[in-house]
């Protein structure tokens, strides 16, 4: 299920190039960036309702599974058993339509607006509003994962980015097994975007909880991803940039592996050290100690 560029979400625009050789006219591929409105439907005390939940800025493409992993990882949903239908309104906006008896937080319907696609706690009132929830236990030790599968991880990842390779200016974040196999990949210009669409076309197709995966992210890593990877049930977390404080915290307290500055054959390992095989980095030991 790794996802093909059918360029869908990339541009060509006119552009000046400007070198010391002088100037020439040329043109470039750049990731288009497009509101999306997300609209939840359900049956209340007064027939079938609909509320837009949030706007976000995404690349185009797929936005079922961005509205779905959206949902899912803010708690409006708790399973695909909750979907009765996913329906695309136009080119920018999409409904998810829920199960009769499936019962909304009316006060999750509340907490976003717009959400640009850098954000991911924006919307959010409070520090305590975006604790997670966690649904799946994320068990101990699994899986095991050699560190030379880790160092594998970022050249795999930058060799399926097809609309990377094109406009250098979108984040990925993939799938992979034990064995550093890609198994699923999606991208867009908001990293918190492309880990909801991965994250929602595994729900889609019923493969949550993620409990034998690695999630690489090919940027930093915030709390808003650790987040979202917890809900799913991802048990290693790879990042090719830094993770924050709240990030390492988070992933400690939901036992998640954090990797950062997976790159140039190495990285640093922020918790849970146990479950990578064979030689870490000095940086690894020393945030171990």
Avoid at 171 to 186: I, M
Wanted: charged fraction near 20%; charge should be positive.
């Amino acid at each position: 299920m790794i996802k093909a560029c059918d360029n869908s979400g990339i541009k060509k625009v006119n552009i000046s190039r400007i070198n010391p050789a002088g100037t020439r006219q040329d043109s470039d591929d750049i990731s288009v960036e497009e509101p999306l409105q997300i609209s939840v439907g359900w049956e209340g005390d007064h027939g079938l309702q609909t509320k837009t939940v949030a706007i976000t800025m995404r690349t185009p493409g797929d936005d079922k599974s961005l509205a779905a992993g959206f949902l899912f990882t803010e708690g409006m949903i708790l399973s695909a058993g909750d979907v009765q239908s996913v329906r695309i309104e136009g080119r920018n906006a999409v409904t998810v339509n829920l199960n009769r008896g499936v019962r909304l937080d009316a006060s999750l319907l509340d907490r976003h607006s717009f959400i640009s696609s850098s954000c991911g706690a924006c919307g959010k009132r409070t520090i305590a509003a975006i604790r997670v929830a966690r649904r799946h236990k994320i068990q101990r030790g699994r899986p095991a994962l050699r560190s030379s599968v880790v160092h594998g991880l970022p050249d795999t990842l930058r060799r399926a980015q097809a609309e990377f390779s094109l406009t250098g200016g979108i984040h990925a974040s993939a799938l992979f097994d034990s064995k550093g196999t890609l198994l699923a990949l999606r991208e867009d210009v908001g990293r918190h975007n492309a880990l909801d669409k991965l994250i929602g076309a595994e729900l889609l197709a019923g493969s949550i909880p993620l409990g034998d995966r690695i999630l690489l992210v090919s940027g930093r890593v915030s709390f808003e991803l650790v987040q979202k990877a917890a809900i799913a049930g991802i048990p290693v977390i790879a990042a090719v940039g830094a993770p924050s404080s709240l990030a390492v915290e988070l992933a400690a307290e939901c036992g998640i592996t954090l990797l950062g500055f997976v790159r140039d054959n190495r990285f640093n390992i922020y918790n849970d050290c146990e479950r990578i095989m064979g030689p870490v980095t000095i940086e690894a030991q020393l945030i171990r100690a």
